[in-house]
């Protein structure tokens, strides 16, 4: 199975800060990377996918980058409404899996 | 639009078997792949199977004795059947359409808790 190991767990950031989360993957996965953002008692929300393609709605500030195995969420400017867990999945192949989540909270 | 709405018992007894249902609307069940994912109170994602859109499946290896995952194409539905449950079961089910390899549209999420 591929493991997707996510860092940082936590993040405390201020508002209008730069924020990034990344996932690397322990195998090849390509671009078959997605992100995503979780706000309590919610599902959770598609925001990038093909590791770089922002998803409809999905505010600019938000970026997905890939270096090799390792990828990348970018928050440019970090707002109020960006607070919630994030998630990364690869969708390489089967089974697929998740990051354990990065939970960002306002400093 | 497209939609996904999770439907299902919100207790179930220990050692008993869940049985979930996913209606679609919006989309085919023979172009789209349907998964099910599942999060315990407080915890992380976990994928647990799939509903390939020919019709056969896939299923997380930690839980792939106890669960069955099937479809009824002319009800746009996915059921999900997983047996011998426990109290590490009681978490929220989520069914959720496969776009372009990711996860486009959830459904809302049902809770089910395993409780005598």
């Known amino acids: 199975d591929i493991q997707m190991t996510q860092s940082p767990a936590s993040l405390s950031a201020s508002l209008e800060e730069i924020v990034t989360i990344t996932c690397q993957a322990s195998?090849?996965?390509?671009?078959?990377l997605a992100w995503y953002q979780q706000k309590p008692g919610k599902s959770p929300q598609l925001m990038i996918y093909?590791?770089?393609s922002l998803a409809d709605g999905v505010p600019s500030r938000f970026s997905g980058s890939r270096s090799g195995t390792q990828y990348s969420l970018r928050i440019s400017r970090l707002q109020v409404e960006d607070i919630g867990i994030y998630y990364c999945?690869?969708?390489?192949?089967?089974?697929?899996?998740f990051g354990g989540g990065t939970k960002l909270e306002l400093k | 639009q497209v939609q996904l709405k999770e439907s299902g018992p919100g207790l179930v007894q220990p050692s008993e078997t869940l049985s979930l249902t996913c209606t679609v609307s919006?989309?085919?069940?023979?172009?789209?792949?349907v998964h099910w994912v599942r999060q315990p109170p407080g915890k992380g994602l976990e994928w647990m199977g799939v509903?390939?859109?020919?019709?056969?499946?896939d299923y997380n290896s930690a839980l792939k004795s106890r669960l069955s995952i099937s479809r009824d194409t002319s009800k746009n539905q996915v059921f999900l059947k997983m047996n011998s449950l426990q109290s590490e079961d009681t978490t929220t089910y989520y069914c959720?359409?496969?776009?372009?390899?990711?996860?486009?549209?959830w459904g809302q999420g049902v809770m089910v808790t395993v409780s005598s």
């Open positions: 959720a359409r496969e776009g372009t390899g990711d996860f486009d549209y």
């Open positions: 999945l690869q969708a390489y192949s089967a089974p697929r899996t």
């Open positions: 093909g590791a770089t």
């Open positions: 509903m390939w859109s020919g019709g056969s499946t």
């Open positions: 919006g989309f085919s069940l023979t172009s789209y792949n």
């Open positions: 195998q090849d996965i390509g671009n078959w």
